[in-house]
C-alpha cells in the first residue's frame, strides 16, 4: 500500500474522531521501522514499516506534531535513516539516546520542548515497560508488536478520546 494511499485512509480514521492529540510520539526501532540502529550501517537505506510514513504524513497535514522517543545507542545512526526516508523536518522533537528511564527523561524533554501536557499525547512503541513509565505520566500510550499501522493508529484515536472524555 503506497505512502498516498495510507495517508488519505489515516486522514479518514482522523475524522472519525472529535478529540484528536496535539502530539503524537512515535519510538523508532520495532515501531517506525523494523530493525534496531544499532544492528545497522549508515550507508544502508532502510526501510520503514508499510504504515509509517504514510501515518506521519497524515499527522502532518491535519496539524497534529510528530516527536520521536527512541533509546537508540546510536543516535546517529537513527538520524541518518531519518534522512534518507525524507521523514527528519517532520518531527518538532527528536529525543534520540540511551536510558535506563523507560523513556520518562525522554517525554520530560519532549514537554519542556514543545509545551505540550502529557494527556494532550498519543505514544506508539513496542516495548511494554516505555507503555507502562509513560501511560503513569497520563500520555494515551499503545503497544504495537509489528509496528505502527492504521489498526493501532486508529486503537490509539479511539483510546485518547476515551482518556480525554474522562479527564473532563
Same mark, same amino acid.
Given at each position: 500500500?503506497? !505512502?498516498? %494511499?495510507?495517508?488519505n485512509?489515516?486522514l479518514?480514521?482522523?475524522?472519525? =474522531?472529535?478529540?484528536?492529540p496535539?502530539?503524537v510520539? *512515535?519510538d523508532? !526501532?520495532?515501531?517506525?521501522w +523494523? /530493525?534496531?540502529?544499532?544492528c545497522?550501517?549508515?550507508?544502508?537505506?532502510?526501510?520503514?514499516? +508499510? $504504515?509509517?510514513?504514510g501515518?506521519?504524513?497524515?499527522?502532518?497535514?491535519?496539524? &497534529? !506534531?510528530?516527536? #520521536?522517543?527512541?533509546?537508540s +545507542?546510536? +543516535?546517529?545512526?537513527?538520524?541518518? /535513516?531519518?534522512?534518507?526516508?525524507e521523514i527528519?523536518?517532520l =518531527?518538532?522533537?527528536q529525543e #534520540? *539516546?540511551?536510558s535506563?528511564s $523507560?523513556?520518562?527523561? $525522554?517525554f520530560? %524533554?519532549? *514537554?519542556?520542548r514543545?509545551? &505540550?501536557p /502529557?494527556?494532550?499525547?498519543?505514544f *506508539?512503541d !513496542?516495548?511494554y515497560? @516505555? #507503555?507502562?513509565? &509513560?501511560?503513569?505520566m497520563?500520555v494515551?500510550?499503545?503497544?504495537?508488536d @509489528?509496528?505502527?499501522?492504521?489498526e493501532? =493508529?486508529?486503537?490509539?484515536?479511539k483510546? /485518547?478520546?476515551?482518556?480525554?472524555?474522562?479527564q473532563k
Amino acid at each position: 500500500m503506497g !505512502d498516498e %494511499r495510507v495517508k488519505n485512509q489515516a486522514l479518514e480514521i482522523l475524522g472519525l =474522531f472529535q478529540a484528536i492529540p496535539r502530539l503524537v510520539v *512515535f519510538d523508532l !526501532d520495532y515501531t517506525l521501522w +523494523p /530493525f534496531y540502529c544499532e544492528c545497522r550501517s549508515k550507508r544502508e537505506t532502510p526501510s520503514p514499516y +508499510p $504504515h509509517a510514513k504514510g501515518i506521519l504524513y497524515a499527522l502532518k497535514e491535519k496539524g &497534529v !506534531d510528530v516527536a #520521536i522517543a527512541s533509546r537508540s +545507542p546510536t +543516535p546517529d545512526i537513527a538520524k541518518a /535513516f531519518l534522512d534518507k526516508l525524507e521523514i527528519k523536518s517532520l =518531527f518538532v522533537a527528536q529525543e #534520540i *539516546f540511551s536510558s535506563w528511564s $523507560h523513556k520518562t527523561e $525522554h517525554f520530560q %524533554r519532549i *514537554f519542556r520542548r514543545t509545551g &505540550v501536557p /502529557f494527556k494532550s499525547m498519543l505514544f *506508539f512503541d !513496542d516495548e511494554y515497560r @516505555n #507503555i507502562e513509565a &509513560v501511560s503513569n505520566m497520563g500520555v494515551t500510550s499503545i503497544l504495537v508488536d @509489528n509496528g505502527v499501522n492504521l489498526e493501532k =493508529f486508529r486503537l490509539g484515536l479511539k483510546n /485518547f478520546e476515551k482518556n480525554s472524555s474522562d479527564q473532563k
